[in-house]
C-alpha cells in the first residue's frame, strides 16, 4: 500500500469509533429520510438492483439502500470502518456485505454492478481519475454513478470549528487531529482542483454517456445549522450515465 493511503488509513482508524457512533445517530434521525430522497432519485428503474457502496465508512448508504431491498456491497479501505459497518447492519438486521478494499481498486469483474453509490469519499482518494476509471469498469453499460462530496480540500478544520455546533463531530476531533486531517488533504491533486468541473471534465473523458451535476444537495440535506450533522461546506451530486 503507497504510503498516503497508510496515513490515510491510520487516520480512519483512529476515528472510526467516534465516527460510527455519528452514523449511527444520522440513521437515527431525519437525516436518513433526507439522504434517501436524495438516492431514490437518482436510482434506476429496477426493484432489486446490485449496488457498490464505494468508501462506505460506517455503512450509512448501505444501510439505507439494503433496507429497500437492493443487494448492497460496501467497501472501504480502512478494516476498523467495516468492523462498524458490520456492527451496524447487524444491529439494524440489514443484509449487506462488507469487504476491506481499495476504492481504486475495487476487486470485481467488469460490469457486476447496476449502481455504484459514494459519499465524502473522492476528495480523500490520491488518484482521483483512476478511481473514476475503475468504477465505471465495475459498472454495467448504462449503470449509475451517484456521488455527494464537497470541496473538503479547501476547508480549514481550525479556522471552521468557530462556526459549528457545539455537538458537530470535528468539535470532538483533538487539534492533533484536525492538523493530521489537513496534513493528508495537502498531499492530495484533487483538492487543488476546481470541483465539481474537474470531476466533469474527468467523467466525459472517460467516455460517460452522461454527466449531471446538482449543486442544490446541499440546501435539501443541511437545513438546520444547531444540528451535530451540519455540513458548512456545499455538497454536490453527481449523477453519472454509463
Not at 58 to 84: N, R, W, Y
Not at 113 to 129: G, K, Y
Not at 135 to 144: A, E, H, I, Q, Y
Request: glycine share 8%; proline share 5%; charged share 30%.
Amino acid at each position: 500500500m503507497e504510503e498516503i493511503k497508510k496515513e490515510i488509513s491510520s487516520y480512519w482508524t483512529r476515528r472510526s469509533e467516534d465516527f460510527a457512533r455519528l452514523r449511527e445517530e444520522e440513521l437515527n434521525s431525519e437525516m436518513a429520510e433526507l439522504w434517501l430522497r436524495e438516492l431514490k432519485k437518482g436510482l434506476p428503474e429496477g426493484e432489486t438492483l446490485r449496488i457498490l457502496d464505494v468508501g462506505t465508512g460506517c455503512g450509512f448508504f448501505s444501510v439505507l439502500l439494503a433496507k429497500l431491498g437492493h443487494q448492497v456491497t460496501g467497501i472501504d479501505l480502512t478494516p476498523a470502518m467495516i468492523e462498524k459497518a458490520k456492527m451496524i447492519a447487524d444491529e439494524r438486521d440489514v443484509q449487506a456485505d462488507f469487504e476491506v478494499m481499495d476504492a481504486e481498486h475495487p476487486d470485481f469483474p467488469d460490469g457486476t454492478f447496476d449502481v455504484i453509490v459514494s459519499r465524502n469519499l473522492t476528495w480523500t482518494l490520491p488518484h482521483p481519475a483512476e478511481a473514476y476509471g475503475e468504477w465505471l469498469r465495475v459498472l454495467k453499460d448504462g449503470g449509475v454513478i451517484l456521488n455527494f462530496d464537497a470541496d473538503y480540500g479547501k476547508e480549514d478544520l481550525l479556522g471552521e470549528l468557530e462556526r459549528l455546533p457545539e455537538e458537530h463531530a470535528h468539535n470532538h476531533m483533538s487539534c492533533g487531529q484536525l492538523e493530521e486531517c489537513d496534513k493528508i488533504k495537502k498531499q492530495l491533486m484533487i483538492n487543488g482542483m476546481s470541483r465539481p468541473s474537474w470531476d466533469v471534465e474527468i467523467l466525459k473523458h472517460l467516455g460517460c454517456a452522461e454527466v449531471t451535476v446538482d449543486p442544490d444537495v446541499y440546501q435539501r440535506i443541511y437545513r438546520e445549522e444547531n444540528s451535530p450533522f451540519y455540513n458548512p461546506m456545499p455538497v454536490f451530486g453527481l449523477r453519472v450515465i454509463k
